[in-house]
């Protein structure tokens, strides 16, 4: 569970290697905005990404970006990305996935596998594949640019 512009996002254990700051990144010339950078972990560069895009979400102003945020580590097919947070809250089982129309309309796009109900409201599942590809592909660009 972790926190991404004030929302509250899940992603499956089984997509998840770790949660990880990654204070020396470099910045990669020509790659698109949500690269933030790459980074050597353990012997692999891993880029870190910025999800918040292709969630929807508002940008955040580069001044609030934090200089070494702190990631968390997702894994489809043998692909790696870190994924910049804003907190991490820790790792919590659930029972039940809920319908993404339990909220009424489709938060996040197609990026979202189901609601997680929590004491202090709900969480989006992501669909780690599908982000991970996303991520590899980038965002659709837009007509007027």
Do not use: C, W
């Amino acid at each position: 569970m972790f926190t991404l512009a004030g929302q509250q996002l899940a992603a499956d254990i089984r997509h998840t290697r770790e949660v990880v700051v990654l204070p020396d990144r470099t910045a990669v010339p020509g790659a698109p905005a949500h690269v933030l950078g790459v980074a050597n972990l353990r012997g692999y560069v891993v880029p870190i990404v910025d999800i918040g895009h292709l969630l929807g979400l508002p940008p955040r102003p580069p001044s609030e970006a934090p200089k070494t945020p702190k990631t968390i580590v997702l894994e489809d097919a043998g692909v790696q990305i870190a994924v910049a947070t804003d907190e991490v809250l820790g790792l919590e089982s659930f029972d039940d996935v809920l319908p993404v129309g339990e909220l009424g309309g489709r938060p996040h796009g197609e990026l979202v596998l189901g609601l997680l109900r929590r004491g202090d409201g709900v969480a989006a599942l992501l669909d780690v594949p599908r982000l991970v590809a996303a991520v590899r592909v980038g965002p659709p660009s837009r007509p007027d640019a």
